[in-house]
Every structure is written in structure tokens, then in C-alpha cells.
């Protein structure tokens, strides 16, 4: 059996890539991910448990963003500091809404993931978690999200060869971790480890 808070890991290279059952806002990893809107005006969801945590520090650097650049177009990411949270940076990227799926949907979640990956990098991170973006309010589903997540992920490590020690994706709801468990191996190819990823 597989306990999902201690969670599940494969290597590519030399990242470890792991899927875990958990808070995003408690983990301790160079940068977390913000599954955020275009405004950058803070939301429900895994957005407003990282303001909540993470004190005001991290809206008064949005509102800054918001202000220069017009916010943050969907498929794109930008990086504010995380307060209190134990990480280091906040990226926050925008998802799309789902709309059927015709409307460029998977194009956009996975430049969202891939832009988030890029600014974790940029910022010198060496280890990021991100949520499952767009899968709440956004109402994107989630076996297809999943896929795109994974997929995005792998071929980002793999293009960029030794620039992450480790990615976590983590997953709020048992059933969320489920579905990624169940297409972690068909993204990956042969059999993830049990891991502790504490
Ligand atoms: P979106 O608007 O992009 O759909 P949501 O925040 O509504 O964003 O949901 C994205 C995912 O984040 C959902 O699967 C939700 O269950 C999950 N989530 C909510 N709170 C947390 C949290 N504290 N840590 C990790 N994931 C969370």
C-alpha cells in the first residue's frame, strides 16, 4: 500500500520527481507554486491558503506586479518573496479556465507549468512543489490535467538536465493523488519508489 503523505517518487537524471498528499503552504522547498488569477488579486483555493499563511508580504508584491505589468497573462508566471511561508520564493502562475477543451486549454496549462519551472530555475531554486493548477475554481479535469502536469514536468527536467535536485507536486485531496499515482507510471515509463519526501 501506498501511504500518499510520504508519497511517491522516480528519478529522471539527477531530479527527483514527487507526486505526495499535502499542504502546499508547509512545504519546505526553495519555491512553491501559486495556482493564481490574471489580476493577481488573490482567490480561494490553494491562492488564498498561501496568502493566508504567508502574511501580507506576498499581495503587496502581486498588487506591485499588477500595477507595472497588468497582471499575469494566462500560461505565464511571475515571482513575488513567500512572507512567512518556510520557502523561499512564490511563483504565480495562471491557469487556464477549462472550457471544453477547445479553446487552447492544454497548450495553457502546460505553459503554465513550464513557465513556473523556468522562473524556479531563473531564481537559482533548487527544489519547487506546485499544485494541481487550474483542477479547483479553473474546473479543469483532472486526469487530464494530470497528464499534462507529468508530462510537462518530465520534458522540462529532461531539457534541463541538472538544474533541479527535486519537483513535488502536491496533491490536496486523496482522490487528486490517486490520479496522479495511477498516470505517474504511464507519463514516466516503468515503476516509481515509495519514498519518504519529507
Ligand atoms: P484554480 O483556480 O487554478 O483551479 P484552485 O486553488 O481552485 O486553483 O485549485 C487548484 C488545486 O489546488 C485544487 O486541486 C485544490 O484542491 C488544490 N489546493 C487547495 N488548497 C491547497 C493547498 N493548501 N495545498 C495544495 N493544494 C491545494
Known amino acids: 500500500m501506498v501511504n500518499p503523505t510520504e508519497g511517491i517518487s522516480v528519478l529522471i537524471g539527477d531530479t527527483r520527481l514527487t507526486i505526495l498528499k499535502g499542504d502546499i503552504t508547509t512545504q519546505k522547498v526553495d519555491a512553491i507554486v501559486n495556482a493564481a488569477n490574471s489580476r493577481l488579486a488573490g ?3 490553494v491562492d488564498g491558503a498561501i496568502h493566508r499563511r504567508g502574511g501580507p508580504q506576498i499581495m503587496e508584491e502581486c498588487r506591485k506586479i499588477a500595477a ?8 505565464q508566471a511571475v515571482v513575488t518573496s513567500a512572507g512567512r511561508l518556510p520557502a523561499k520564493y512564490v511563483i ?11 479553446r487552447g486549454e492544454p497548450d495553457l496549462l502546460a505553459s503554465a507549468y513550464r513557465n513556473s519551472l523556468r522562473c524556479a530555475v531563473d531564481k537559482g531554486a533548487r527544489t519547487v512543489a506546485l499544485p494541481s493548477i487550474s483542477t479547483g475554481a479553473y474546473g479543469y479535469p483532472i486526469d487530464k490535467a494530470a497528464r499534462i502536469a507529468l508530462s510537462t514536468i518530465k520534458q522540462f527536467i529532461e531539457e534541463n538536465k541538472g538544474a ?14 490517486g490520479v496522479y499515482e495511477t498516470i505517474l507510471p504511464e507519463v514516466i515509463g516503468g515503476q516509481p519508489t515509495c519514498t519518504s519526501a519529507s
Open 43 to 45: 482567490g480561494g483555493g
Open 68 to 75: 507595472e505589468q497588468g497582471g499575469c497573462p494566462t500560461g
Open 92 to 102: 504565480h502562475a495562471v491557469g487556464p479556465i477549462w472550457h471544453g477543451g477547445n
Open 164 to 177: 533541479l535536485d527535486e519537483v513535488r507536486c502536491v496533491l490536496f485531496s486523496d482522490s487528486d493523488f
